[in-house]
């Protein structure tokens, strides 16, 4: 096969020219960061599970109508997506105390939150991605008043039916980041949900033993992460058929 592109490389994808105009290829990878890349490390198998993982979510929520750039998985570590503009805000949806705003307003984790919480952070690194108004948004030119409107309809969403998803299989989402891409079309642009949805961008707790089932595995050194990537997976009923062993990659034949 003809040598593709990179187009971007980043903390846990590489994006690569796809095989059409207006198609981007995203390659999963099992390098994890924390912490603004204060904590690097690899989750063995992970791109595996994410690229599934994201795939089932994406189409599940395409099937109630939101739009996503997902176009199809391709292999292991590849899915088909539409290349958009991706807004440079991270949409962060909060159901239960944890994590930052735990520790902003000294909230027991695990408490349940009065309601469902948006909150915005704009993605830059070398900001260490700081938490934002709409008046920033706006002010700054990130996305219209009507993008913010819809970023924060299609989350609430998104964020209902994962909920339902997710407790079907016995696991409570605490929390999880979205971004949003504009996709040209012509003359027109929608917005749609782009990158990934995972256990690297969501919290979610075992409901029974309140186990964390996500990154927060690898950025607290809680042990047992490429259990709980895989756990996440065999409940969605995505994990590779030769479970485990499917998961490393295909090995030389000698
Ligand atoms: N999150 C993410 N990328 C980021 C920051 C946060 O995917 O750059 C996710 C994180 O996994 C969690 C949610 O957004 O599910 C809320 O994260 P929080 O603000 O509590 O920050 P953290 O404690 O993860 O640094």
Same mark, same amino acid.
């Given at each position: 096969?003809?040598?593709?592109?990179?187009?971007?490389?980043?903390?846990?994808?590489?994006? !690569?020219?796809?095989?059409?105009?207006? *198609?981007?290829?995203?390659?999963?990878?099992?390098?994890? *960061?924390? %912490?603004?890349?204060?904590?690097?490390?690899?989750?063995?198998?992970?791109?595996? +599970?994410?690229?599934?993982?994201?795939?089932?979510?994406?189409?599940?929520?395409?099937?109630?109508? $939101?739009? *996503?750039?997902?176009?199809?998985?391709?292999?292991?570590?590849?899915?088909?997506?539409?290349?958009?503009?991706? $807004?440079?805000?991270?949409?962060?949806?909060?159901?239960?105390?944890?994590?930052?705003?735990?520790?902003?307003?000294?909230?027991?984790?695990?408490?349940?939150?009065?309601?469902?919480?948006?909150?915005?952070?704009?993605?830059?690194?070398? +900001?260490?991605?700081?938490?934002?108004?709409?008046?920033?948004?706006?002010? %700054?030119?990130?996305?219209?008043?009507?993008?913010?409107?819809?970023?924060? *309809?299609?989350?609430?969403?998104?964020?209902?039916?994962?909920?339902?998803?997710?407790?079907? $299989?016995? +696991?409570?989402?605490? =929390?999880?980041?979205?971004?949003?891409?504009?996709?040209?079309?012509?003359?027109?642009?929608?917005?749609?949900?782009?990158?990934? $949805?995972?256990? =690297?961008?969501?919290?979610?707790?075992?409901?029974?033993?309140?186990?964390?089932?996500?990154?927060?595995? !690898?950025?607290?050194?809680?042990?047992?992460?490429?259990?709980?990537?895989?756990?996440?997976?065999?409940?969605?009923?995505?994990?590779?058929?030769?479970?485990?062993? =499917?998961?490393?990659?295909?090995?030389?034949?000698?």
């Amino acid at each position: 096969m003809a040598r593709r592109r990179k187009l971007y490389e980043g903390k846990a994808k590489v994006l !690569f020219e796809g095989p059409e105009p207006g *198609t981007i290829i995203q390659y999963f990878k099992d390098d994890a *960061t924390a %912490f603004n890349n204060k904590k690097t490390g690899t989750i063995t198998g992970k791109g595996v +599970l994410n690229n599934r993982i994201s795939e089932y979510l994406m189409v599940r929520l395409a099937e109630i109508g $939101i739009p *996503t750039h997902f176009v199809r998985r391709l292999n292991m570590r590849e899915q088909l997506v539409r290349q958009v503009e991706i $807004i440079p805000i991270e949409v962060v949806v909060r159901n239960v105390a944890a994590g930052s705003i735990a520790k902003r307003f000294d909230l027991p984790e695990g408490d349940a939150l009065p309601r469902s919480i948006i909150e915005f952070y704009y993605k830059s690194d070398a +900001l260490d991605d700081p938490m934002i108004a709409e008046e920033h948004i706006t002010a %700054f030119g990130w996305a219209a008043p009507q993008e913010i409107d819809e970023m924060m *309809t299609l989350s609430l969403r998104v964020n209902d039916f994962l909920c339902g998803i997710f407790s079907v $299989i016995g +696991l409570r989402l605490v =929390d999880f980041k979205l971004e949003f891409g504009r996709l040209y079309n012509d003359d027109e642009v929608r917005l749609v949900l782009a990158d990934e $949805i995972s256990p =690297d961008n969501c919290r979610l707790w075992d409901i029974n033993t309140n186990e964390k089932m996500d990154k927060d595995r !690898f950025r607290r050194d809680l042990g047992g992460v490429e259990e709980a990537y895989q756990e996440v997976a065999r409940r969605l009923g995505v994990l590779p058929e030769a479970g485990a062993m =499917d998961i490393k990659g295909p090995t030389a034949v000698q």
